[in-house]
């Protein structure tokens, strides 16, 4: 019966929770109902600044590159420096030479610290960021810069998501960020219900006490390593309710 398939619930904004849907394999999508209700939403403001100047420029999400855009940026000789394989693909197939971070504010940093980058550089995010990646790069010694292209607002599960949510079944839900985190511990009375993919320790924390031990984290902070622990866990959920 279709009302038994687990049920993946994915809150990034819509775009990228297609290109999460995207990554994973073929055998989990067929596996599992799809349902997408984000809990953050992307509200462009800009302004983009001066370029001229900037010697690399800094993408922690793929939604700055969609600002960029936007915002009428173009690519440019200069190197792109990514914080996961996800933004790294975007980057690159937007037209940037990039540079690809472990997945993380602090891999950025160290990456751009071992590498040998000189600045000034440019950190292009949204108004919500963590990390102090340009703080920290500054105290380090290479001169960086940063703008906030967009803001995150934070949105709400649908009735249709809620409905979904009090069905009696298997339900996956990836999360990718600490405020994510926080705004579906805010809206679900299901949370009991839920199995978390946690992007990394400081995502898992930020869940709901009661979550965490539904909880699994990610080997890797990037959207690879969360692809395949979403895909163990809808197998690990298919097992389990043949077994019932």
Known sequence: MAASRPLLLLTRPRASSEAF??????????AVELLINPLLSIRVTGPLPELESVAGLIFTSANALDAYRALGGLPLPIPAIAVGTGTAKAVHAFGFNVHVAGGSAEHVVE???????????????????????????????????????YEQDLEMFSSHTQEALSQDRPIIAPVFSPRT??????????????????????????LPEGARQQTRV?????????????AEMIADAVSLERRL
Not at 112 to 137: D, Y
Not at 191 to 200: D, G, N
Not at 218 to 230: I, K, N, T
């Open 21 to 30: 849907w995207e990554a994973l394999p073929q055998k989990a999508r067929d």
């Open 181 to 206: 985190a926080q705004q579906l511990g805010r809206e679900s009375a299901e949370m009991h219900k839920i199995q978390f993919a946690a992007l990394s320790q400081a995502v898992a924390e930020a």
């Open 111 to 149: 990456y751009v610290l071992e590498h040998g980058f000189r600045g000034p550089l440019l950190h292009l995010r949204g108004a919500v960021a963590i990390g102090k990646i340009a703080q920290r790069l500054t105290a380090a010694g290479v001169e960086t810069l940063e703008a906030v292209l």
């Open 218 to 230: 990610s080997r890797r902070p990037d959207r690879d390593a969360m692809a395949e622990l979403v």
